[in-house]
């Protein structure tokens, strides 16, 4: 079991009202899977995602991470969790702009404490897995969508997260690109790499295992 | 990592070139001033430091009760409180007295002459003053009566690299009625940072030898007495043991003895009443509080630029969070970026510093030099970091502090806290700006009264020089002679000069003098015949020494003031015992100002007499200046044969008592311009950035049909607001302040409002040009490029 949500409830006030982003979400998801989070726009998809991912808390329930309690973990020690775990994949890439290709593949072992050798290898280990290579000195506006994109997947990789969670990665994409996005994707799961993404698309989640519908915040 | 964050930072300052310039000029420009006020700070406050046993080193000044209520301060002595204060008080290691020139005396040799500077000193003098002897023992240069101590720099010009030692030098001072062969026993230099410049010491045995017995009693003040008290002696139980001394001395005397450090005699010289009320100190906190407020105005820029433009920095936090990133670390890359930003900002201002080093020495007459030693090095680092944390601190925590997720998904919006917190910077910013420009005119338009003012007197094309060795004997005859000259209006002489007159006495004796009045204290001055009408000083009612010839030594004439405390009510005629008995008051001068504007006008008598005269003055006609020099330089060769005709004009000397003001405006101009630069480029990068943000909602507005006269005043608008608002912060403390500031002045200019509505004008003209170019430049931007983004 990679990780468990029990009954998560999150909720905002507004104007003495209280507004449910997730209601009531029950959720296990095994080391492998190949999910997609599917609803339509405010149905609490991207929330969710980043409830699981640990960028956003929630107000009720309980949330295993390989077996640790996520919801009584400190700041701290929950940071320490998805560091490790965890990779990110955005619909806009945010790659660093200021960042040439091999740095911002570099930026992440930069706060794990790696050495200056290690990093080095494990950066041309990417550009090569990827086939970026000829573009590891370019800045990110001189790639097209897809490329960034890629550089975005090879960063949420390089430091061998278990799970790697994407909100609409091809949502910024043609449909080309959009599709060797998922082709790399799928490839990754073959590996043994867990996925959740949130997608719009049918075609999209169907490279997936298991489709999470929402719908105002609850599992349909 | 580091080099990872300085690879952003550089990559960020190329992206960004307009705020990094307003932020690199607002932070080099502050530090350089930073740097230069410390310069002089620091070489304000290391005066005469250089004194060995500067900690025990005091001088003995006299508190006087003026007759008026209030009491004088002095810093002459009797000759008498040396002897006492060497026999009688055992808290004093040693003590010395000295006698300063007024005017330069006139030394020569054979072939050589000049004018020098020069005083009699007590034996102990150089073991009290560490001034460096290259020649002779601090301990027997002045014992011999006929000795002579003198500088490097003249013995270089009498002896050139020579031996001085035991060569004779003619030394005369009309004056002071020294005239003698004086005999080189030594040698002293005088370290830059002594407050006194001198050329020679004479023997105080010989002001001694000149001064009847008569003269010398407790009431005859001439002399500076110093004192080195025993180590551990404290010093407020030794000023009340000594209060009375003078008066246990003499029962007349009403002088109290007080005595203060001698190193705090330059920064804090000044007393009023008997308490001491600053002096240079006030222009060394002054120019210290200056200089950080102009740091912090740059400081606010770097601050408000950072956080405005916090979007453009948001996804990369967001970004490095989501990756793993914890705070702390990107706080320190926020604040390697501003400290380093800080020591480029250093290293430019230094640069900068060197370069205008020497105006600013001509500016504040000093001679500064920038030497990197320890303690400079260790307070560069410290005030650099010290900017750095200022200015980084709070962007850091600002942008830090917010969710990976919620940045990333763009939804941040500008809290209403951190609009409060900009706005109150720029507030501040131009508080500060308005303030020094209203101080900056109103200490204008104060030296200008002072320049305009009517001082009783003419001070017009009055040539002033000295009465040096052939005009010693011959000044007579030599003003005679100057009358002749065709561009010559009138030439007369006087004791003291016309803008620094010290010589005053009390105990004088009239026809109906209260107890009270018993106390009054004249200024006299021993004046030409001609005086008055050389100066052209105004009777009020009697007759001017001119037609008293011969026996005008026994006739006085007062000034209003003096007529008016005396309290005599048909002063022509009556006789008074004031530097003699039975003087004769023959006339009454209206007042007219002998000192600087910070004293009201004194009691002053006026006597015919030719001892003690020092100056001569010569009113000249206009138009005709320069043939008229021509022919008093003549005139003045034939007498001085050999020394050159040194004249200044009274107008000059005038100016030259307002000296330290007139530096104070000239470096509060431009610290005040500088401080408004730096505001306007910070106001005009929020402006930019504002323009920016609203880029979306001025093209709605276009698009709407606002038109861009609307639009520029609508962006315009939230900034003249802020502008408004400093301008009522600053005004009224700007007022107090001035009001406090012209109140050391006895004669001031009223406060008027529109020195107020002028800075009030000025900033918010200069803020409007800032801001409304951006402002049009922005309100013209084709609607559908902004719009098309989304």
Sequence with gaps: MLLQLNNIFKWVNSGGQRIFLLKDINLNIEEGEFISIMGPSGSGKSTLLNVIGMLDGFDEGEYQFLEEPVHTLKEKDRAKLYKEYIGFVFQSYHLLDELTVKENLEMPLLYKKFKGTERKAMVADMLDRFNIVGKKDLFPAQLSGGQQQLVGVARALISNPKLILADEPTGNLNSKQGEEIMDMFKQLNDEGVTIIQVTHSEKNAEYGSRIINLLDGRMI | ?790
């Design chain 2, 1 to 790: 990592m580091l080099k990872h964050n300085l690879l952003l930072f550089l990559r960020n300052i190329k992206k960004h070139k307009s705020s990094f310039l307003i932020n690199l000029i607002g932070l080099s420009s502050a530090l350089a001033c930073v740097l230069l006020v410390y310069l002089w700070v620091s070489d304000e406050l290391n005066k005469d430091k250089f004194h060995e046993h500067e900690e025990r080193l005091y001088q003995v000044l006299r508190h006087v009760p003026d007759g008026q209520g209030s009491l004088a301060t002095y810093s002459s002595n009797s000759s008498l409180m040396l002897t006492a204060l060497q026999t009688e008080v055992p808290e004093v290691e040693m003590a010395t007295a000295v006698f300063e020139f007024d005017t330069g005396a006139m030394v020569k040799t054979d072939d050589k002459k000049m004018t020098a500077i020069g005083n009699m000193a007590s034996e102990d003098y150089f073991k009290l003053f560490s001034y460096p002897l290259l020649h002779g023992s601090m301990h027997t240069v002045l014992k011999d009566i006929n000795a002579v101590v003198i500088s490097k720099e003249m013995a270089h010009n009498f002896f050139g690299q020579g031996n001085p030692m035991g060569k004779t030098l003619t030394i005369k001072h009309g004056e002071e009625g020294v005239d003698g062969v004086f005999t080189v026993t030594g040698v002293f230099d005088i370290p830059v940072n002594s407050s006194k410049k001198f050329d020679f010491v004479l023997s105080y045995k010989k002001f001694l030898q000149r001064r009847n017995a008569n003269n010398i009693h407790w009431g005859s003040n001439s002399s500076r007495v110093y004192a080195l008290l025993n180590p551990g002696a404290s010093i407020n139980r030794f000023n009340s043991k000594m209060g009375d001394f003078i008066k246990n001395k003499n029962e007349f005397n009403l002088a109290t003895v007080f005595f203060t450090r001698y190193t705090d005699n330059y920064l804090k010289g000044n007393f009023e009443n008997g308490k001491q009320t600053g002096g240079r100190i006030n222009y060394v906190i002054l120019f210290s509080l200056v200089a950080i407020f102009v740091l912090a105005i740059a400081c606010i820029n770097f601050m408000n630029l950072s956080t405005a433009r916090a979007s453009r920095r948001l996804k990369e936090v967001g970004v490095k969070k989501a990756v793993g990133a914890n705070r702390k670390v990107l706080i320190f890359q926020f604040l390697t970026e501003s400290i380093v930003l800080s020591f480029f900002s250093l290293f430019c201002a230094v640069i900068f510093v060197m370069l205008i080093l020497q105006w600013f020495n001509g500016v504040t007459g000093k001679d500064l030099v920038f030497t990197v030693d320890d303690n400079m090095t260790m307070a560069l680092i410290a005030i650099t970091l010290l900017t750095g944390l200022a200015s980084g601190s709070y962007p850091a925590l600002y942008l830090t502090k917010f969710d990976a997720a919620k940045v990333l998904k763009g939804k941040i919006k500008t809290s209403f806290s951190e609009l409060l917190i900009r706005k109150g910077l720029v507030i501040f910013q131009f508080s500060i700006s308005i303030f020094l420009i209203v101080a900056v005119s109103v200490i204008y338009m104060q030296l200008d009264f002072i320049q305009s003012k009517n001082l009783g007197y003419n001070k017009d094309n009055v040539m002033i020089f000295e009465r040096q060795d052939g005009l010693v004997d011959n000044m007579e005859v030599f003003l005679e002679e100057a009358k002749q000259i065709p561009g010559v209006i009138n030439a007369s002489y006087m004791q003291g000069g016309m803008t620094s007159f010290n010589n005053s006495s009390s105990n004088h004796r009239w026809p109906g003098q209260t107890e009270e009045s018993k106390k009054l204290t004249f200024r006299h001055a021993h004046v030409g015949p001609e005086f008055i009408e050389t100066m052209g000083i105004e009777m009020k009612e009697g007759r001017s020494f001119i037609n008293e010839k011969p026996n005008n030594e026994s006739k006085i004439i007062l000034n209003e003031t003096a007529v008016k405390l005396m309290g005599l009510e048909n002063p022509i005629g009556t006789r008074i015992d004031m530097r003699g008995p039975n003087m004769e008051i023959i006339g009454i001068v209206k007042d007219f100002n002998i000192q600087s504007l910070y004293d009201e006008i004194t009691p002053m008598a006026l006597l015919c007499r030719t001892e003690w005269v020092g100056t001569l003055m010569v009113k000249i006609q206009s138009g005709e200046e320069k043939a008229t020099i021509e022919a008093l330089t003549n005139l003045h060769n034939k007498f001085n044969p050999g020394l050159a005709f040194n004249f200044k004009f009274l107008d000059e000397q005038y100016q030259q008592l307002y000296e330290s003001e007139q530096r104070v405006a000239v470096l509060s101009k431009y610290f005040a311009g500088l401080a408004i630069l730096i505001s306007c480029l910070g106001l005009f990068g929020l402006a930019a950035f504002t323009a920016e943000r609203r880029k979306k909602e001025i093209s709605i507005r276009k698009v709407l049909g606002q038109s861009i006269a609307q639009v520029t005043v609508m962006l315009s608008s939230e900034f003249v607001k802020l502008v408004l608002i400093s301008i009522l912060i600053a005004l009224p403390i700007a007022y107090l302040l001035a009001n406090n500031w012209l109140g050391q002045f006895a004669y001031r200019i009223p406060i008027k409002a529109w020195y107020f509505i002028s800075a009030g004008l000025l900033a918010l003209f200069v803020a409007v040009f800032t801001v409304g170019s951006q402002a049009i430049r922005a309100a013209n931007k084709n609607p559908v490029n902004a719009l098309r983004d989304e």
